[in-house]
């Protein structure tokens, strides 16, 4: 178990929870983060943040406190 | 009353070809609008089908319909009639992104709920297909309850099928699928119902419950008793208690309703296909090569709006000292004359003069959303300016500022929220832009630089007086975001879009419409401030005697044209250079039209000062004393409010230099030679300008926001006048403690 924003490059983690219900948590859900969907680490931007990540079909920019609120386990 | 027509509504996710659909159903049959209070822009079209006319509302892109904020709340109240002024629309068009099917029918899921027919416009088919994605369009339809009509939007494929589509849904009654809600949440909707105004309508209600502080929520709890609030509260208490707790319950319902209706008709390669987006931000986001790319396009756009723009600013400026100086010899001297090619011709051109800026720097920009490529750079850039307060889409609008704010603050259009948008807006005129090079150049140029100074202080000068702008933006910006703009750290989770061949055609479109609304609303403000100040500092135009000025000056510089031509024709006479009763004559004849000179600068000095402008500057003269400065220099930044460039020329005519372009180098040289010999007025020797008070100008100009097109363009990106007002304000204000320190600093250190 860990959270999306300690994850390595290329590593992928399967959403198990996320908490909130503000704006951000909102758009997150929207987004398709939802529990047993896999995300995948793409990089991290020059100054360590923000990530870029796979999510079903696209990409995504998020900063590593967003990336924070989801919890995740590590598939590989 | 003309029959009412069909109208359409488009809505759809960003960077799913929303724009090429819209241009390829309405052609150029399109006008621009706002509504009022918020600052998002709607489009509408029409198209003629079969003989019948159908209106077609572009709303913004956007991911879902839960408004947070006004501008967000603009394609709710449009698809749902409340917008005054327009009508409900007869149908719902939402463009889906083939390859990225789910997360785009989303939105469409929320769309089913508003009660009115629905049209999916399945688009970018061919990039699902080249992933391995296959989409059973027949079978998709049947799931969804809507037709699904494909479309290729960029090539303006399947759009005659759409618009078939289109003619037939609109005679159908409105769809009743959509995806169910748990029975636990429909009975909180229920009760919330009864506590509201008959008629709210449902979908409102699922928001003002599912949107935890939403726009619905703060809207209707406003506007309602008291105990609406505690009534949510505890209906979300008991929705939470029940295993479905908003917002995610929202996210769970539709997504497995999208899963089952995809199910069968949407079949994925068991391997993910590497594709080109992936080869290429391998490289584009990459830690290092990613940012000596992105370095290298900023300097490509840099570069572009700094200097190729100005080979095409300069006809522009040529042709209007031509055009100018035509029109002079039409008329004779007086008011109209002088409003006519120092008011209007000047106002024009002053508009005119920018486009090449704003048709180069839009192109990039569209370019670079086109591509895929924009999204990258906020990327790269956000940690940067989010220490600011911003975002990553801040970046692009704020360095192209450094050439000049008004193109630049019209590219803060990329930043979705809008307070981001807003500080970038406001802090994006403090950017030292190229306007202010001229002063830069005079004053540095007279009073640090030669042999007194190192030979490294004008550089050194000049690259300071650009990081004041760099510098103190952030700042202002991280103030404001804590202060007027505070509010929740907006959410920055960015779609990073497949990368795709920019269509040239969307590209030209948008860099001309960006040209044509700056021209139709910034343009005629800008003129008519342009009008005031020339009115400001042409009244009163006759001497003590009665005498015009105009008048006077045109006699004069018509006795100065005949010496010249004198003084041409005798030159043409003396070959013999030793012939001493010629040069004795022409000596003579020059020495007269020196002093015809001097008059005519004497005559331009005190009609400047009699102006209206004058009396005022003369009268504010305290005011601007502790900065080091005499009326003189007051009322020559006082003129350069409207456009800063203005304070060469009239430096140059309170200095008796004469007018002359700020532009010219051997002019400024001239002028900084007359500025280093002044001395205050009051009889004595005493140096009007040193060190300090020279710095202290330049700090005045690189903080003040003298530009009135920058101020226009404000009041047009922000829909209104407080924020322009509110810029032009705290940037003086800061100007002028700026100004006062850097002089009382100096001074004190001994550099008076």
Same mark, same amino acid.
């Given at each position: 178990?860990?959270?999306?924003?300690?994850?390595?490059? *290329?590593?992928? *983690?399967?959403?198990?929870?996320?908490?909130?219900?503000? @704006?951000? @948590?909102?758009?997150?859900?929207?987004?398709?983060?939802?529990? *047993?969907?896999?995300?995948?680490?793409? *990089?991290?931007?020059?100054?360590?943040?923000?990530?870029?990540?796979?999510?079903?079909?696209?990409?995504?920019?998020?900063?590593?406190?967003? @990336? @924070?609120?989801?919890?995740?386990?590590?598939?590989? | 009353?003309?029959?009412?027509? %069909?109208?359409?509504?488009?809505?759809?996710?960003? /960077?799913?070809?929303?724009?090429?659909?819209?241009?390829? $159903?309405?052609?150029?049959?399109?006008?621009?609008?706002?509504?009022?209070?918020?600052?998002?822009?709607?489009?509408?079209?029409?198209?003629?089908?079969?003989?019948?006319?159908?209106?077609?509302?572009?709303?913004?892109?956007?991911?879902?319909?839960?408004?947070?904020?006004?501008?967000?709340?603009?394609?709710?109240?449009?698809?749902?009639?409340?917008?005054?002024?327009?009508?409900?629309?007869?149908?719902?068009?939402?463009?889906?992104?083939?390859?990225? &099917?789910?997360?785009?029918?989303?939105?469409?899921?929320?769309?089913?709920?508003?009660?009115?027919?629905? =049209?999916?416009?399945?688009?970018?088919?061919?990039?699902?297909?080249?992933?391995?994605?296959?989409?059973?369009?027949?079978?998709?339809?049947? /799931?969804?309850?809507?037709?699904?009509?494909?479309?290729?939007? /960029?090539?303006?494929?399947?759009?005659?099928?759409?618009?078939?589509?289109?003619?037939?849904?609109?005679?159908? %009654?409105?769809?009743?699928?959509?995806?169910?809600?748990?029975?636990?949440?429909?009975?909180?909707? /229920?009760?919330?119902?009864?506590?509201?105004?008959?008629?709210?309508?449902?979908?409102?209600?699922?928001?003002?419950?599912?949107?935890?502080?939403?726009?619905?929520?703060?809207?209707?709890?406003?506007?309602?008793?008291?105990?609406?609030?505690?009534?949510?509260?505890?209906?979300?208490?008991?929705?939470? &208690?029940?295993?479905?707790?908003?917002?995610?319950?929202?996210?769970?319902?539709?997504?497995?309703?999208?899963?089952?209706?995809?199910?069968?008709?949407?079949?994925? %390669?068991?391997?993910?296909?590497?594709?080109?987006?992936?080869?290429?931000?391998?490289?584009?986001?990459?830690?290092?090569?990613?940012?000596?790319?992105?370095?290298?396009?900023?300097?490509?756009?840099?570069?572009? =709006?700094?200097?190729?723009?100005?080979?095409?600013?300069?006809?522009?400026?040529?042709?209007?000292?031509?055009?100018?100086?035509?029109?002079?010899?039409?008329?004779?001297?007086?008011? &109209?004359?002088?409003?006519?090619?120092?008011?209007?011709?000047?106002?024009?051109?002053?508009?005119?003069?920018?486009?090449?800026?704003?048709?180069?720097?839009?192109?990039?920009?569209?370019?670079?959303?086109?591509?895929?490529?924009?999204?990258?750079?906020?990327?790269?850039?956000?940690?940067?300016?989010?220490?600011?307060?911003?975002?990553?889409?801040?970046?692009?609008?704020?360095?192209?500022?450094?050439?000049?704010?008004?193109?630049?603050?019209?590219?803060?259009?990329?930043?979705?929220?809008?307070?981001?948008?807003?500080?970038?807006?406001?802090?994006?005129?403090?950017?030292?832009?190229?306007?202010?090079?001229?002063?830069?150049?005079?004053?540095?140029?007279?009073?640090?630089?030669?042999?007194?100074?190192?030979?490294?202080?004008?550089?050194?000068?000049?690259?300071?007086?650009?990081?004041?702008?760099?510098?103190?933006?952030?700042?202002?910006?991280?103030?404001?975001?804590?202060?007027?703009?505070?509010?929740?750290?907006?959410?920055?989770?960015?779609?990073?879009?497949?990368?795709?061949?920019?269509?040239?055609?969307?590209?030209?479109?948008?860099?001309?419409?960006?040209?044509?609304?700056?021209?139709?609303?910034?343009?005629?403000?800008?003129?008519?401030?342009?009008?005031?100040?020339?009115?400001?500092?042409?009244?009163?135009?006759?001497?003590?005697?009665?005498?015009?000025?105009?008048?006077?000056?045109?006699?004069?510089?018509?006795?100065?044209?005949?010496?010249?031509?004198?003084?041409?024709? $005798?030159?043409?006479?003396?070959?013999? %250079?030793?012939?001493?009763?010629?040069?004795?004559?022409?000596?003579? $004849?020059?020495?007269?039209?020196?002093?015809?000179?001097?008059?005519?600068?004497?005559?331009?000095?005190?009609?400047?000062?009699?102006?209206?402008?004058?009396?005022?500057?003369?009268?504010?003269?305290?005011?601007?004393?502790?900065?080091?400065?005499?009326?003189?220099?007051?009322?020559?930044?006082?003129?350069?409010?409207?456009?800063?460039?203005?304070?060469?020329?009239?430096?140059?005519?309170?200095?008796?230099?004469?007018?002359?372009?700020?532009?010219?180098?051997?002019?400024?040289?001239?002028?900084?030679?007359? $500025?280093?010999?002044?001395?205050?007025?009051?009889?004595?020797?005493?140096?009007?300008?040193?060190?300090?008070?020279?710095?202290?100008?330049?700090?005045?100009?690189?903080?003040?926001?003298?530009?009135?097109?920058?101020?226009?363009? =404000?009041?047009?990106?922000?829909?209104?006048?407080?924020?322009?007002?509110?810029?032009?304000?705290?940037?003086?204000?800061?100007?002028?403690?700026?100004?006062?320190?850097?002089?009382?600093?100096?001074?004190?250190?001994?550099?008076?």
């Amino acid at each position: 178990m860990s959270t999306l924003d300690k994850l390595r490059v *290329g590593q992928r *983690g399967r959403v198990q929870s996320m908490h909130g219900s503000d @704006a951000l @948590a909102q758009r997150l859900y929207e987004m398709g983060f939802l529990e *047993g969907e896999e995300i995948e680490v793409l *990089g991290f931007a020059p100054l360590g943040d923000p990530m870029e990540i796979r999510l079903r079909d696209y990409r995504l920019s998020l900063r590593r406190n967003e @990336a @924070a609120r989801i919890t995740v386990a590590v598939v590989c | 009353m003309p029959p009412r027509h %069909p109208t359409v509504a488009l809505v759809g996710n960003p /960077n799913t070809g929303k724009t090429s659909l819209f241009n390829a $159903l309405s052609g150029l049959n399109q006008r621009v609008g706002n509504y009022p209070g918020v600052t998002v822009e709607t489009k509408k079209g029409k198209f003629h089908w079969r003989g019948e006319t159908f209106h077609v509302i572009d709303l913004p892109g956007t991911y879902s319909l839960a408004a947070r904020s006004p501008d967000e709340m603009v394609a709710v109240d449009v698809m749902l009639g409340r917008e005054e002024g327009e009508p409900k629309p007869d149908l719902v068009l939402t463009i889906v992104d083939a390859s990225n &099917l789910e997360r785009n029918l989303y939105l469409t899921t929320q769309v089913l709920e508003l009660g009115v027919p629905v =049209i999916v416009a399945l688009n970018m088919i061919d990039i699902a297909d080249h992933q391995g994605v296959t989409i059973d369009v027949a079978q998709l339809s049947r /799931n969804l309850g809507v037709p699904v009509v494909e479309v290729q939007a /960029n090539k303006g494929r399947g759009i005659d099928a759409l618009k078939t589509a289109i003619a037939q849904a609109i005679q159908q %009654p409105a769809p009743a699928h959509g995806p169910a809600f748990p029975d636990e949440f429909e009975s909180e909707v /229920n009760r919330i119902s009864q506590h509201l105004n008959h008629g709210t309508p449902r979908f409102l209600v699922r928001r003002l419950l599912i949107d935890v502080g939403g726009y619905t929520e703060r809207l209707l709890t406003q506007q309602q008793h008291d105990h609406l609030a505690e009534e949510i509260q505890a209906a979300r208490q008991r929705l939470a &208690l029940a295993g479905c707790s908003v917002p995610a319950v929202e996210a769970r319902t539709r997504y497995q309703w999208i899963r089952q209706a995809t199910t069968g008709c949407l079949q994925r %390669p068991a391997q993910r296909r590497v594709n080109w987006t992936d080869r290429l931000d391998a490289v584009l986001t990459h830690r290092v090569g990613g940012l000596v790319i992105f370095l290298a396009v900023m300097f490509l756009v840099f570069q572009s =709006i700094f200097v190729w723009a100005d080979y095409l600013m300069k006809p522009i400026r040529d042709g209007q000292k031509l055009f100018g100086g035509w029109l002079a010899t039409l008329l004779d001297p007086g008011p &109209l004359r002088s409003l006519l090619t120092d008011g209007v011709v000047n106002g024009v051109g002053s508009v005119l003069v920018f486009l090449p800026q704003i048709l180069i720097l839009f192109a990039f920009i569209a370019v670079l959303e086109d591509c895929g490529y924009m999204a990258r750079a906020a990327h790269l850039m956000d940690k940067l300016m989010a220490r600011a307060g911003l975002n990553g889409k801040s970046f692009i609008p704020l360095l192209s500022s450094v050439a000049c704010a008004v193109p630049g603050i019209m590219a803060a259009r990329v930043i979705e929220n809008r307070r981001d948008r807003f500080a970038t807006i406001l802090v994006a005129p403090l950017m030292s832009c190229s306007a202010r090079l001229p002063v830069y150049a005079l004053l540095i140029g007279a009073f640090l630089s030669g042999d007194d100074h190192a030979w490294w202080t004008p550089g050194v000068t000049l690259f300071a007086m650009y990081c004041i702008g760099l510098v103190v933006a952030p700042l202002v910006a991280f103030l404001l975001k804590r202060t007027l703009l505070r509010g929740e750290t907006p959410v920055f989770v960015m779609e990073m879009p497949l990368y795709k061949t920019p269509s040239l055609r969307l590209i030209a479109r948008r860099a001309f419409e960006a040209s044509w609304m700056f021209i139709r609303r910034a343009g005629t403000l800008i003129l008519a401030s342009m009008i005031v100040i020339w009115a400001l500092l042409y009244f009163p135009a006759t001497n003590a005697n009665g005498q015009g000025y105009d008048v006077l000056l045109n006699e004069k510089e018509e006795a100065r044209a005949k010496l010249d031509n004198e003084i041409k024709a $005798l030159k043409a006479q003396a070959n013999e %250079p030793s012939d001493n009763d010629l040069n004795g004559q022409l000596k003579a $004849l020059t020495e007269r039209s020196q002093n015809l000179d001097d008059e005519i600068h004497q005559l331009q000095h005190d009609w400047k000062r009699g102006s209206y402008l004058g009396r005022v500057g003369r009268w504010l003269e305290p005011a601007v004393r502790p900065l080091g400065w005499d009326w003189r220099i007051g009322m020559a930044a006082l003129a350069s409010f409207p456009a800063r460039e203005v304070m060469v020329g009239t430096l140059g005519i309170i200095f008796q230099q004469g007018e002359g372009d700020s532009g010219d180098d051997a002019y400024r040289k001239e002028l900084g030679q007359r $500025l280093q010999e002044a001395t205050w007025e009051d009889g004595g020797s005493r140096k009007l300008f040193t060190v300090p008070v020279a710095l202290s100008v330049m700090v005045f100009f690189a903080l003040c926001c003298q530009c009135a097109s920058t101020l226009a363009v =404000i009041k047009r990106e922000t829909n209104s006048w407080r924020w322009p007002a509110f810029t032009f304000f705290y940037m003086t204000a800061l100007a002028y403690v700026g100004a006062w320190l850097v002089y009382q600093v100096g001074t004190a250190w001994g550099g008076g």
